[in-house]
């Protein structure tokens, strides 16, 4: 299995709740499953089905990322990026790029 530790920390706020810090496929996976406070639409199913790849191996870990956060925005939740995400790798970069053109 492939390393599932994302490149970036995610520390996710939702209204009236802890923050949590993500740093990892699999604990995305657990809050999508969990603690999911947005619609379960089909970006939120998109991140899912990323997650579940990611931690399979089948895609890399920050695909799954990308596509998390792509979930979170459309939901409205309130996400803080670690400081490193002013600098993306181009990997990252691409990614994002990508999934902006989705939304």
Known sequence: MR??????????????????????????????LERWPGPKDDFYKQAVIQCTHAIKGETEADAALLHFLVAAKQSKTRIELSEDWSHPDEFVSSLWRECENIL
């Not at 209204?15 to 809050?31: D, I, M, P, W, Y």
Request: hydrophobic share 40%; glycine share 4%; no cysteine.
């Open 3 to 32: 390393n599932d530790l994302w490149s970036r920390t995610v520390t996710i706020q939702i209204s009236g709740h802890k923050k949590a810090q993500l740093n990892n496929v699999r604990e995305a996976a657990e809050f999508l």
